[in-house]
């Protein structure tokens, strides 16, 4: 089937100082992963997360700023080293349940926590896309509406194309 994916943030926190999917996309699987519930394909992706955290570089490696204590010397001497933020694997995951469908917006996350893993939640996880089965028929049927009157709102813009053309050479 002609099935896409949708895009998966990989940050805990969405950051406003960055587009959603700046560098994002760098890598992902060709064909989309699908669980089928009924006839009703549901996607599925499974990420690690990661955060943004301060690092401090020092001797060729960055550490973490929590990390660092500086030396007797670089109390006394300054500490040649400098500070950056940099998004670093938590170990944390996210699966995303997404519509795989072309034109179909419907998507919901469960993440963990660090109370939490994500393989407590699978029969509430198991539940929610079953409740969701409905929600997602009613939209992938409105969207092949959708698609059906563009195109004929396609075949009727390229007939009067080709009745202009005619005219044009007449």
Known sequence: E???????????????????????????????????????????????MSENIELRYINGKYIRESDYKPSKAAARYGDHSWTTTQDIACGRLRLSVYAPYRGVNWSISFQESEDSALTKDIPDIVKSVENSTEVLLDKIKAEEIQADLRRKEWEAQQERWRQEEDTRRA
Do not use: D
């Not at 099935?3 to 996309?25: D, L």
């Open 2 to 48: 002609n099935f896409g994916r949708m895009a998966v943030s990989k940050h805990e926190q969405p950051s406003k100082a960055r587009h959603p999917n700046y560098c994002e996309n760098l890598w992902s699987p060709q064909r989309p992963t699908v669980a089928y519930v009924g006839s009703v394909a549901f996607g599925l992706a499974i990420i690690e």
